[in-house]
Nanobody, 125 residues
């Protein structure tokens, strides 16, 4: 089992940047594919990005490709989401999630059994 804690959210103007962090507990961090999801007001939670156990393979939603970068530091048990060129439509609660690497990557909320509490990102126009 793994516990996840996000940080780094806040208020930023359109065009600005933020870096989210997600710290994981436990000694088996490398066993997990790590994902980032978000839930905007009035919308369902949606996939944003994911990274495989080694950090060598990444996946992105079309809406964030070229603007967001997901990475991980296995020595620090931490996954990051660098968000650049932020838009008002990126406003959401951002969640970190984990899934055993054995099962591969997934874009589906239901396929990730472990979740953080979320961090609010607000982009003003």
């Amino acid at each position: 089992q793994v516990q996840l804690v996000e940080s780094g959210g806040g208020l930023v103007q359109a065009g600005g940047s933020l870096r989210l962090s997600c710290a994981a507990s436990g000694r088996t961090f490398i066993s997990y594919t790590m994902g980032w999801f978000r839930r905007a007001p009035g919308k369902e939670r949606e996939f944003v990005a994911a990274v495989n156990w080694s950090g060598s393979v990444t996946y992105y939603a079309d809406s964030v490709k070229g603007r967001f970068t997901v990475s991980r530091d296995n020595a620090k048990n931490t996954v990051y989401l660098q968000m650049n060129s932020l838009k008002p439509e990126d406003t959401a609660v951002y969640y970190c999630a984990a899934r055993l690497s054995y099962y591969g990557n997934s874009y589906e909320v239901a396929d990730y059994p472990y979740w953080g509490q979320g961090t609010q990102v607000t982009v003003s126009s």
